[in-house]
């Protein structure tokens, strides 16, 4: 079992809506959680992160973090065309330095 | 300078040939990650560096495989004899703080093409 796991999707959603991606990890000790975005042939680009649980916003993203549940998810609210890229969720796990990458959702905004 | 710079973007080599990727960090950044990233996949972790200090190797996926950091800063990512599952693209990034997290940022990556 993967330590960060993704639906790999597509997500298929319509411009204007809200778009929901979700990620679940193994490691119960991990404090440190983040959504990264990443166009084709791009590098990933950090654009949430959440160390406590509950919500954080920023703009038109919602992070939402539940540690009892070990559940990490990001809302992405009036979804644009440019918002399809692919997402990854990635945590710091207990005890490491570098960030664990689940396999990332492609999100697809239709006009 | 101003960002992560990874060189060369792109590879093709030929299966059993040697390759040095190279990712010049953000100047003054202490930390510095290595990762490789299959088509489809997330990222990898490989190692970690802090300063010229190897801290982490242990993603490494073979003794194929060395890293080093000299002097702190540029680093060099070694691949002896490639194979074909070595093809990827493998991203360095660099941190100011130790630690991995928000304050990462990426170079462009090195796409590896192994024929």
């Known amino acids: 079992q993967k330590e960060v796991e993704q639906n790999s999707g597509p997500l298929s959603v319509p411009e204007g809506a809200i778009a929901s991606l979700n990620c679940t990890y193994s490691?119960?000790?991990?404090?440190?959680f983040f959504w990264y975005r990443q166009y084709s042939g791009k590098s990933p680009e950090l654009i949430m992160f959440i160390y406590s649980n509950g919500d954080k916003e920023d703009g038109r993203f919602t992070a939402q973090l539940n540690k009892a549940s070990q559940y990490v998810s990001l809302l992405i609210r009036d979804s644009q065309p440019s918002d399809s890229a692919t997402y990854l969720c990635?945590?710091?796990?207990?005890?490491?330095?570098?960030?664990?990458f689940g396999s990332g959702t492609r999100l697809q905004v239709q006009p | 300078g101003a960002g992560v710079s990874q060189s060369p973007r792109y590879k093709v080599a030929k299966r059993g040939q040697d390759v040095a990727l190279r990712c010049d960090p953000i100047s003054g950044h202490v930390s510095l990650f290595w990762y490789q990233q299959a088509l489809g996949q997330g990222p990898e972790f490989l190692t970690y560096?802090?300063?010229?200090?190897?801290?982490?190797k242990s993603g490494l996926p073979s003794d194929r495989f060395f890293a080093e950091r000299p002097e702190g800063s540029v680093s060099t990512l070694k691949i002896q004899r490639t194979q074909q599952e070595d093809s990827a693209v493998y991203l360095c990034?660099?941190?100011?703080?130790?630690?991995?997290?928000?304050?990462?940022?990426f170079g462009q990556g090195t796409r590896l093409t192994v024929v």
């Open positions: 490691d119960r000790g991990s404090q440190s």
């Open positions: 990034a660099s941190s100011l703080v130790t630690r991995g997290g928000t304050e990462a940022f």
């Open positions: 990635a945590v710091i796990d207990t005890g490491r330095r570098a960030l664990t």
């Open positions: 560096f802090q300063n010229e200090a190897q801290l982490d």
